[in-house]
């Protein structure tokens, strides 16, 4: 009864174009508005109506319908996806088996679970899965593991192993070491149940001193966890 009081007296009011829409040059023309009312019985606020008032023919209409807030507005669909639905896995473009037979490294050094964006000697994009069972946890530290700082870098390194160890690029996995780091910044602890996105990109190679410059970022949640440049030397032994 409160609404259709309020729905009267607000057509019957001369200010109603003062909700800036105006009539088009064919005559026709809505005139949208959403009034909020109180129920007097009730302290609820959702209870809300809404007009919409038409006119084409000399003639006005009233629609009126009760809304229970912006709530009910939501895709339903949306709502009843389960979260472990919600979220897409990772691509594999390189699983575990073939990471080995690229890598030297093995248990428990190979910081590499799988690689999701592969580009052969220019740069790769690879994932490791942090887990508490990691051997490194139970030492650093008992009271808050942490995954340590130059395992990341360690990790990175091994990310772009994977991109130079090409034969296009002239790297061999029995001639390619490690040979410097800078501007290296570590910004977040990465913990136990993280999941390390490690990209490495190629900036220059010089073949003839076998060395090769790179940038590598290391991700947790699409957040920069730790950065830098890294050498590596894939001349002789």
Same mark, same amino acid.
Request: glycine letters at 8%; aromatic letters at 8%.
């Given at each position: 009864? +409160? ?14 174009? +003062? ?22 019985r009730s302290q609820n606020p959702l209870?809300? !109506? ?5 006119? =084409? ?58 690689? $999701? ?8 994009? +690879? ?6 069972n990691d051997n490194f946890f139970p030492?650093?530290? &008992? ?5 340590? #700082? ?6 990175? !390194?091994?990310?772009? #192993?994977?991109?130079?160890?090409? &034969?296009?690029?002239? #790297? ?6 490690? !040979?410097? $780091?800078? =501007? ?33 970022? !290391? ?19």
């Amino acid at each position: 009864m +409160a609404t259709s009081a309020f729905a009267n007296s607000l057509l019957s009011s001369s200010t109603s174009l +003062a909700h800036g829409v105006l009539p088009s040059n064919n005559n026709n023309f809505l005139l949208p508005s959403r009034v909020s009312v109180s129920n007097p019985r009730s302290q609820n606020p959702l209870l809300s !109506a809404h007009f919409k008032l038409k006119d =084409k023919t000399n003639s006005s209409s009233l629609i009126t319908f009760c809304s229970l807030g912006a709530a009910a507005a939501n895709d339903p669909k949306e709502e009843q996806i389960p979260i472990e639905l919600k979220y897409p896995a990772y691509p594999t473009v390189m699983d575990i088996n073939q990471i080995r037979e690229i890598l030297p490294h093995r248990f428990p050094f190979l910081l590499v679970d799988r690689v $999701i964006e592969y580009n052969p000697g220019v740069s790769a994009v +690879a994932i490791k899965n942090v887990t508490i069972n990691d051997n490194f946890f139970p030492g650093h530290f &008992p009271e808050r593991p942490i995954m340590p #700082g130059v395992l990341m870098v360690e990790a990175l !390194a091994q990310v772009g #192993g994977l991109v130079m160890l090409q &034969p296009e690029v002239g #790297g061999s996995r029995e001639n390619f070491f490690f !040979a410097g $780091i800078d =501007k290296v910044r570590f910004r977040k602890p990465v913990i136990a149940g993280d999941t390390l996105v490690m990209r490495m990109t190629l900036i220059k190679l010089q073949k003839r001193f076998g060395i090769a410059k790179m940038e590598g970022k !290391a991700y947790v949640g699409g957040e920069v966890v730790c950065e830098g440049e890294f050498l590596m030397a894939t001349g002789g032994e």
